[in-house]
Nanobody
Framework: QVQLVESGGGLVQAGGSLRLSCAAS????????MGWFRQAPGKEREFVAA????????YYTDSVKGRFTISRDNAKNTVYLEMNSLKPEDTAVYYC?????????????????WGQGTLVTVSS
């Protein structure tokens, strides 16, 4: 199984930017589709973005389209989430996830691996 560790969270003002990183170890990173979820206080965890193992396919939830970009560097076993034009409603714990199937990120099925999460706080 792959192990995931997120970093890059923090406090930022509305309109600002952050880049989250997720470093993977264990199984072959390049075999896995990767994605990001988030959970705001008092709310359920929601899908944010996902990318296929090759990087050729990406998906985003509507609320982040045009503001967030998911990318990966298979040589560094790392996936990124570039977040621009941040809004207070983006405040959440952001989780990295991995699965051999990209479809599972969209279907809500259990995924192979999760990171511990990193907190993003956007102040107004």
């Amino acid at each position: 199984q792959v192990q995931l560790v997120e970093s890059g969270g923090g406090l930022v003002q509305a309109g600002g930017s952050l880049r989250l990183s997720c470093a993977a170890s264990g199984r072959t990173f390049s075999n896995y589709a990767m994605g990001w979820f988030r959970q705001a206080p008092g709310k359920e965890r929601e899908f944010v973005a996902a990318m296929s193992w090759s990087g050729g396919n990406t998906y985003y939830t509507d609320s982040v389209k045009g503001r967030f970009t998911i990318s990966r560097d298979n040589a560094k076993n790392t996936v990124y989430l570039e977040m621009n034009s941040l809004k207070p409603e983006d405040t959440a714990v952001y989780y990295c996830a991995a699965d051999l199937s990209l479809v599972r990120f969209l279907s809500g099925n259990a995924l192979d691996a999760w990171g511990q999460g990193t907190l993003v706080t956007v102040s107004s």
